[in-house]
């Protein structure tokens, strides 16, 4: 094996070559021989093999293997000199070797290689895209789980980085082409990543790109197969599928067959319903997740059955006012438990898919039905009146506070209207709300469903908000189920301390 001198000695020779530097190699096989060597030399291999690769073609397989020795070497500083040139070898047809060599070595847990690996990765991707994607989804589809994962990530973090020169309508496609293949078998997580990168694609953002990510979303929810509400794995993947599809709904993108599913046969079985994830309430992820697609759904087959579904399930929540004895006190034991947040989903649910058929309340129920359902809907107005009235004075005197509650009141909608009306317009929550302070008029809102309404500068700064404790009372017996101002999170609800209020 050459020594340190015989190894400057054989470089020399190539530097001073000049244009005949391809007629020398014997004395570029010594500098390949020097990873053989002790760590002086290969520490010098490791930066002479690179400068004259391109001159030796006929060594290119021998060139790249001996880098590659280098870059698993014992020694760190090796490692990461060795790494450091890799792209030098990212040549024609040895693109896609180096760029696949590269993905195996994200597996690396040294910080310092890891950051010169996600480098190196960056500059042959700004040489040849579709190279570099040739070996990163190799690994992917074939590689460890650990490379798999972390080829994923950093497709997931690095794309929205790259200059629109590199991210051509070609490699956008061939992303799409290769993300199809790995979503045929991906974990809950992988599938997350690979909607956002896959969303970021400049060529998915027009109607039919969104489109195009609904119905693969879609397939992966398996909306064509029934329903099994016992399967938690299944439950699962329905909540993180609809989860990613919902941001995808527009007035143009419909939800229509998220919609139906979710009426035939998510709703019928929300009691039965079981999930991986300790702590979730399962059913209100559903409702709210239903009542955020309700605002885009177009056209429906069977809009009747469903509504009538909705309905259905909407009685199930608000109970009839309790039997009053002869001295006009309760003849039950306790007052019913009033469920609110399941209410507003499915209230808002069915105010959104109610405008479609009208005439619903009133033709198509009988004149029984109907009056029943108003002595509910009465009852529970009243209910979140006294509630409201309770919340009013637990915050007196706090006006430097800003707590999270709102909720869509009975009233708010127009079901009392003879005939109902469907033309208020409402939003939801736990969606963005303007801030007005405590005793003042809330301001109206110039918005549609689906759409968060202007911000307001009003209101304290987000650092003063706090979280609210409900108080207790007959109406608020229930209110754990009610998660204030909850955002969506996989697999998981989480708390969001710092909001408004909003009272009706």
């Given at each position: 094996m050459p020594t340190v001198e015989e190894l400057y000695r054989n470089y020399g020779i190539l530097a001073d070559a000049t244009e005949q530097v391809g007629q020398h190699k014997d004395a570029y096989q010594v500098i390949l021989d020097g990873v053989k060597g002790g760590t002086k030399e290969k520490r010098l291999a490791a930066q002479f093999i690179p400068k004259f690769f391109k001159h030796f073609p006929e060594l290119a397989d021998s060139a790249i293997n001996a880098q590659l020795d280098l870059c698993e070497d014992e020694d760190v500083s090796i490692r990461r000199q060795a790494i450091k040139e890799l792209p030098q070898f990212a040549t024609g047809e040895n693109l896609p070797r180096v760029a696949d060599i590269l993905t195996q070595l994200l597996q690396t847990d040294d910080s310092a290689e890891f950051n010169l690996v996600n480098n190196a990765l960056l500059s042959i991707f700004k040489m040849d895209a579709?190279?570099?994607?040739?070996?990163?989804?190799?690994?992917?589809?074939?590689?460890?789980?650990?490379?798999?994962?972390?080829?994923?990530?950093?497709?997931?973090?690095?794309?929205?980085?790259?200059?629109?020169?590199?991210?051509?309508?070609?490699?956008?496609?061939?992303?799409?082409?290769?993300?199809?293949?790995?979503?045929?078998?991906?974990?809950?997580?992988?599938?997350v990543l690979f909607m956002k990168i896959l969303s970021g694609l400049k060529s998915l953002q027009t109607v039919s790109g969104r489109q195009q990510l609904v119905e693969l979303v879609a397939e992966q929810a398996d909306l064509e197969q029934t329903f099994n509400p016992s399967d938690p794995d299944c439950v699962d993947r329905l909540l993180q599928c609809t989860r990613q599809a919902v941001p995808l709904f527009s007035k143009n993108v419909h939800s229509t067959r998220f919609v139906t599913y979710f009426c035939e046969q998510v709703l019928p079985n929300l009691g039965t319903l079981t999930t991986p994830v300790e702590g979730l309430d399962i059913q209100l992820e559903?409702?709210?997740?239903?009542?955020?697609?309700?605002?885009?759904?177009?056209?429906?087959?069977?809009?009747?059955?469903?509504?009538?579904?909705?309905?259905?399930?909407?009685?199930?929540?608000?109970?009839?006012?309790?039997?009053?004895?002869?001295?006009?006190?309760?003849?039950?034991?306790?007052?019913?438990?009033?469920?609110?947040?399941?209410?507003?989903?499915?209230?808002?649910?069915?105010?959104?898919?109610?405008?479609?058929?009208?005439?619903?309340?009133?033709?198509?129920?009988?004149?029984?039905?109907?009056?029943?359902?108003?002595?509910?809907?009465?009852?529970?107005?009243?209910?979140?009146?006294?509630?409201?009235?309770?919340?009013?004075?637990?915050?007196?005197?706090?006006?430097?506070?800003?707590?999270?509650?709102?909720?869509?009141?009975?009233?708010?909608?127009?079901?009392?209207?003879?005939?109902?009306?469907?033309?208020?317009?409402?939003?939801?929550?736990?969606?963005?709300?303007?801030?007005?302070?405590?005793?003042?008029?809330?301001?109206?809102?110039?918005?549609?469903?689906?759409s968060p309404p202007k911000k307001s500068s009003a209101g304290p700064k987000r650092d003063a908000r706090q979280i609210y404790n409900p108080p207790s009372g007959k109406y608020s017996s229930n209110l754990g189920n009610f998660n204030y101002g909850e955002r969506f999170r996989l697999g998981t609800s989480s708390m969001r301390d710092k909001a408004k209020i909003v009272l009706y």
């Open positions: 579709k190279g570099t994607l040739g070996g990163l989804f190799s690994q992917i589809l074939q590689g460890e789980d650990i490379v798999r994962e972390r080829a994923i990530k950093f497709l997931s973090t690095k794309l929205k980085t790259l200059p629109d020169e590199v991210l051509t309508k070609e490699v956008e496609e061939l992303i799409l082409t290769e993300s199809k293949k790995v979503l045929e078998d991906v974990t809950g997580e992988e599938f559903v409702l709210k997740l239903l009542a955020e697609m309700s605002s885009f759904c177009g056209d429906m087959e069977k809009l009747e059955t469903n509504l009538r579904k909705l309905f259905d399930k909407l009685l199930e929540y608000m109970p009839l006012p309790p039997e009053e004895a002869e001295n006009g006190e309760n003849a039950g034991n306790e007052e019913p438990k009033l469920q609110f947040s399941y209410v507003e989903c499915l209230l808002y649910s069915f105010h959104q898919l109610g405008r479609k058929l009208p005439d619903f309340l009133t033709a198509k129920l009988n004149a029984e039905k109907l009056k029943d359902f108003k002595i509910r809907l009465q009852y529970f107005a009243r209910g979140l009146q006294v509630y409201i009235r309770q919340l009013r004075l637990a915050l007196q005197g706090k006006t430097d506070l800003s707590f999270s509650f709102s909720l869509i009141s009975p009233n708010s909608i127009d079901l009392f209207h003879i005939p109902p009306s469907y033309k208020s317009t409402v939003t939801l929550s736990w969606k963005p709300v303007q801030k007005v302070e405590i005793g003042q008029k809330r301001a109206s809102e110039d918005t549609t469903s689906g």
